[in-house]
């Protein structure tokens, strides 16, 4: 047990020495990703602001109001959303498609989990450009509150981390795992308070639709300060317990089934 806990602590240490070339790597995975194309990632800005002004019309349609809380809502939720299901999306996938690498590649295994997130934490940063643009456009002002945002923000990537670290293992043993995260994922998103609110379930006595749900505790983390709302001290602190428990967990799992990885890939 003694050697598990050393050798994990060395893999992890290694990654954070080695934090340049993995950064590096993910931006050149993002370039990669838009090669030969005018706008780039820029794409991702784009396909953002369509998808975020269909579904605030969506939210219109259905629950009445106008686009002026309604593109603000959406847009903060949806573009937080994807870095919080982005997350753990890779974190089912990346021992599974990183595959012989592992068997032939010198690289910390904790490096993996680390460069997948970065790869999301580069889109969302395409994706802030239109937070700024709908900040200024809806006349919502930038107040110190807005750095409570950037600390969920932080916190929802560190939570991230935890999660490939758990459940980077956990589906490179069993691989109904992914596809099952996938699943999940895509149900989430309608379960999540993107483009509905909370107050509007709550007069039908279904706001367990919202609470039981630990995404949304992270998403109005991020988007209650930006918006000037406020759900009380209960969505930091459990954002804040999700990246500790997370962390927490993921270091023990990867503790002792990081030898076994590699085969478990291999497979």
Request: charged residues 10%; positive net charge.
């Amino acid at each position: 047990m003694r050697d598990q806990w050393a050798a994990a602590r060395a893999d992890i240490k290694a990654t954070w020495r080695e934090r340049r070339i993995w950064t590096l790597a993910a931006l050149i995975s993002v370039g990669n990703r838009y090669r030969r194309t005018i706008l780039g990632p820029w794409w991702l800005t784009l396909s953002t602001v369509f998808f975020v002004f269909g579904l605030s019309f969506l939210r219109v349609g259905l629950g009445g109001g106008d686009l002026k809380n309604a593109v603000p809502y959406v847009g903060l939720g949806f573009i937080i959303f994807g870095l919080i299901a982005g997350g753990i999306n890779v974190g089912s996938s990346t021992y599974v498609q990183a595959g012989a690498q592992l068997s032939t590649s010198q690289r910390p295994y904790s490096t993996y989990p680390m460069q997948g997130n970065a790869v999301q934490f580069i889109d969302f940063l395409h994706d802030a450009v239109v937070i700024i643009v709908i900040a200024l456009f809806f006349s919502i002002p930038f107040t110190l509150a807005w750095g409570l945002s950037v600390l969920a923000t932080f916190l929802i990537v560190a939570s991230s981390i935890g999660v490939g670290l758990w459940l980077g293992p956990l589906a490179a043993r069993f691989r109904d795992v992914g596809p099952l995260v996938s699943m999940v994922m895509r149900l989430m998103f309608f379960l999540t308070p993107i483009f509905w609110s909370i107050d509007q379930v709550t007069t039908n006595d279904r706001a367990w639709l919202a609470w039981w749900n630990p995404l949304t505790y992270q998403l109005l983390a991020f988007r209650d300060p930006i918006l000037g709302t406020s759900h009380g001290l209960a969505p930091y602190v459990v954002t804040t317990l999700l990246a500790v428990g997370n962390l927490a967990l993921g270091i023990v799992v990867f503790t002792k089934s990081r030898a076994r990885i590699p085969y478990w890939v291999a497979e």
